[in-house]
């Protein structure tokens, strides 16, 4: 039976990031995929211009109504914007206890441009981060989690990893991706695994959405592998794959998205 795998994010009509890149990924990955909408973002492949936050009380709407409805295998969390939809979220999982729950905690998209509010920061780490599974931090977005500077070596990821999980996360998956060197290095850590996670750093400037593609696929991969490192390790190869085939498409003047169905296409 195919899983059913949904994502709880913000849209991005260029398709290489939020909801629509998550989507694909999830089809990628053998999952049937469904979306709740938490922001109408105005974006492309060169920024982000205007962002319409869906008011709390109708991202309620969309998640009681499916779930009242559809089996729910997995979840991933990504743009939420404000305070308001992440307690409505927060609600929601209390009621619903879906299983697998990926949060990736977007907070500034790659062209610097923040996605959630200042003031919503607080209730993500302290209110929704031990509700989920597993947390996606890059390092920029565990600094500013965790209040600290930004990490600038490999050396201080394990520490910083055990800092998040004292947050309440139960796994935390610490993206290396903006350290230098030809290797991009992730560490996964909690339940007894604190293990490295190493891929090749592509060349390319199309990585619009890898986060949320990264994220999406593990949540797609976690119902059907036995555990989160199996699952983690495959994303981390699909979503390298992805970057490689990038350079097939043609899409925007920014960063290009990544090559979703490169397997396919």
């Keep these: 039976m195919l899983p059913n795998v949904l994502t709880i994010a913000g849209t991005d009509p260029s398709g290489g990031a939020g909801v629509q890149a998550d989507l694909k990924a999830f089809s990628a990955n053998g999952a049937y995929g469904m979306s709740v909408i938490t922001a109408l973002v105005a974006q492309t492949t060169t920024g982000v211009v205007e962002v319409q936050e869906v008011p709390p009380e109708f991202v309620t709407a969309q998640l009681v109504t499916l779930l009242d409805d559809v089996r729910v295998d997995a979840v991933k969390i990504g743009m939420l914007a404000n305070a308001g939809v992440i307690h409505a979220v927060i609600e929601v999982l209390d009621r ?137 390790r495959e994303s981390k190869d699909y979503l390298t794959g992805a970057l490689r085939a990038a350079e097939q498409l043609d899409v925007g003047h920014g960063h290009g998205p990544v090559h979703h169905f490169y397997r396919w296409w």
């Design 96 to 232: 619903y206890a879906p299983p697998h729950v990926v949060l990736d905690p977007v907070m500034v998209a790659k062209s610097g441009d923040r996605l959630l509010a200042p003031d919503a920061v607080g209730a993500l780490r302290d209110e929704l981060l031990p509700r989920v599974d597993l947390i996606t931090p890059n390092l920029p977005e565990a600094a500013d989690l965790l209040g600290e500077p930004e990490l600038t070596d490999v050396e201080g990821m394990p520490a910083q990893a055990e800092r998040l999980a004292g947050l309440g996360a139960k796994q935390v998956l610490l993206k290396g991706g903006h350290l230098a060197g030809e290797s991009s290095v992730d560490l996964l850590h909690g339940d007894g695994v604190s293990e490295f996670l190493s891929s090749e750093r592509v060349a390319t400037t199309n990585d619009h959405g890898t986060g949320c593609t990264l994220s999406a696929a593990i949540a797609a991969l976690r119902p059907q592998r036995p555990d989160w490192l199996t699952a983690v």
